[in-house]
T-cell receptor, first 116, second 113 residues
Framework: AQKVTQAQTEISVVEKEDVTLDCVYE???????LFWYKQPPSGELVFLIR??????QNEISGRYSWNFQKSTSSFNFTITASQVVDSAVYFC?????????????FGQGTTLQVKP | DAGVIQSPRHEVTEMGQEVTLRCKPI?????LFWYRQTMMRGLELLIY????????DSGMPEDRFSAKMPNASFSTLKIQPSEPRDSAVYFC???????????FGPGTRLTVT
C-alpha cells in the first residue's frame, strides 16, 4: 500500500530561522513521483516541486530546497531564512506511475507558522 | 489559460438537500480528479476520470455521492442527500494522462447545516 507520513503536525518558527519539514513515504512501486504542495490561508493548493524516483539529486529553488533519499524513503523540504509569507500548510504527496493514473496520495500536512 | 475552474466557490446548504459541484478542467487535459479535504481525513481522492471515463471511484464515500463527466470540458460531483459530515473543501484537478503534474482548482467550500 502507498502511504505518505508527515509526522510534524505543526511547526512554529521565528522569521529568518531555517525550518525543515519531514516527509516519509511507502510504496511498492519502483517508479514514482514525489511532490510538495503549499496551501496558504487562502486555501488554494500551490504546486512547489515534483521529483522523479530515479533522480536523487537535491534541488534548490531560492530559499527552498528538497532532500530526496531513497534509502530512507524520505523527501524533506527545507525553507531557509523563513518569512511570514511562508506560513501555510505544506503537503507532501506520492504519485504512482504504473497505469499512468497520476492520482496523488497526500500526507496529512504540516502547518508552518512563521512569526515576525 | 484560465486554469481549472470550479463553481461555486462556497456553498451552504441544509441537510437533506442536493448539492452539485462543478469543474471545468484545463483545455487539453484528459485526466480529471475530485479530492475532498477535511480536518479529520486530510486530502483524499474521491474519483478520477480518464478521457471522460471513471477509472477509480473507490474513494467515493457512499452511494449519496456520484460524479459524472459528460464531456472533456465539464464534470460534476453530486451529493444527494447531503449530510453535515459532508462539509469539506472539494478540489478538482486535471492533468494530461501520463503526466503526473496535476493542476488544482481553487476548491469549493461546502457547509451542510
Amino acid at each position: 500500500a502507498q502511504k505518505v507520513t508527515q509526522a510534524q503536525t505543526e511547526i512554529s518558527v521565528v522569521e529568518k530561522e531555517d525550518v525543515t519539514l519531514d516527509c516519509v513515504y511507502e510504496t511498492r512501486d519502483t517508479t514514482y513521483y514525489l511532490f510538495w504542495y503549499k496551501q496558504p490561508p487562502s486555501g488554494e493548493l500551490v504546486f512547489l516541486i515534483r521529483r522523479n524516483s530515479f533522480d536523487e539529486q537535491n534541488e534548490i529553488s531560492g530559499r527552498y530546497s528538497w532532500n530526496f533519499q531513497k534509502s530512507t524513503s524520505s523527501f524533506n523540504f527545507t525553507i531557509t531564512a523563513s518569512q511570514v509569507v511562508d506560513s501555510a500548510v505544506y503537503f507532501c504527496a506520492l504519485s504512482e506511475i504504473s497505469g499512468n493514473t497520476g492520482k496523488l496520495i497526500f500526507g496529512q500536512g504540516t502547518t508552518l507558522q512563521v512569526k515576525p | 489559460d484560465a486554469g481549472v475552474i470550479q463553481s461555486p466557490r462556497h456553498e451552504v446548504t441544509e441537510m437533506g438537500q442536493e448539492v452539485t459541484l462543478r469543474c471545468k478542467p484545463i483545455s487539453g487535459h484528459n485526466s480529471l480528479f475530485w479530492y475532498r479535504q477535511t480536518m479529520m481525513r486530510g486530502l483524499e481522492l474521491l474519483i478520477y476520470f480518464n478521457n471522460n471515463v471513471p477509472i477509480d471511484d473507490s474513494g467515493m464515500p457512499e452511494d449519496r455521492f456520484s460524479a459524472k463527466m459528460p464531456n472533456a470540458s465539464f464534470s460534476t460531483l453530486k451529493i444527494q442527500p447531503s449530510e453535515p459530515r459532508d462539509s469539506a473543501v472539494y478540489f478538482c484537478a486535471s492533468s494530461v494522462t501520463g503526466s503526473t503534474e496535476e493542476y488544482f482548482g481553487p476548491g469549493t467550500r461546502l457547509t451542510v447545516t
